[in-house]
């Protein structure tokens, strides 16, 4: 049974920073692109960043406009777990982060090419 489960959001203040983790367990980890995605009050959900298998030479990231700069996505494959690092956090930072896996090397900006998601986890950012 594949899982994907987020842990590390909360409330912080503007300027602030927080890492989200993600632990997957249940398929090959290694061989899948993964990403992390938002959706705040009101809106639709939206892609935050995605990262490649390791697996593919010269493996890549891709970064939303609105967070390049700010966040790093980074993945342990020996720990089967992926991170966001957050900086300089803003208000309109504030959604459920999720993360997802895409039985795919590559990575995907798609939302509906990613086959599995995390339950999300709440971010806060106070002005």
């Known amino acids: 049974e594949v899982q994907l489960v987020e842990s590390g959001g909360g409330l912080v203040q503007a300027g602030g920073s927080l890492r989200l983790s993600c632990a997957a367990s249940?398929?090959?980890?290694?061989?899948?692109?993964i990403g992390w995605f938002r959706q705040a009050p009101g809106k639709e959900r939206e892609g935050v960043s995605c990262?490649?298998?390791?697996?593919?030479?010269?493996?890549?990231?891709y970064y939303a406009p609105s967070v390049k700069g700010r966040f790093t996505i980074s993945r342990d494959n020996s720990k089967n777990t992926m991170y966001l690092q957050m900086n300089s956090l803003k208000p309109d930072d504030t959604a459920v982060y999720y993360c997802?896996?895409?039985?795919?090397?590559?990575?995907?900006?798609?939302?509906?090419?990613?086959?599995?998601w995390g339950q999300g986890t709440q971010v806060t950012v106070s002005s």
């Open positions: 990262i490649s298998s390791t697996r593919i030479s010269g493996h890549s990231t």
């Open positions: 249940g398929f090959p980890f290694e061989d899948y692109a």
């Open positions: 997802a896996a895409r039985s795919s090397r590559v990575l995907s900006w798609m939302l509906h090419e990613y086959d599995d």
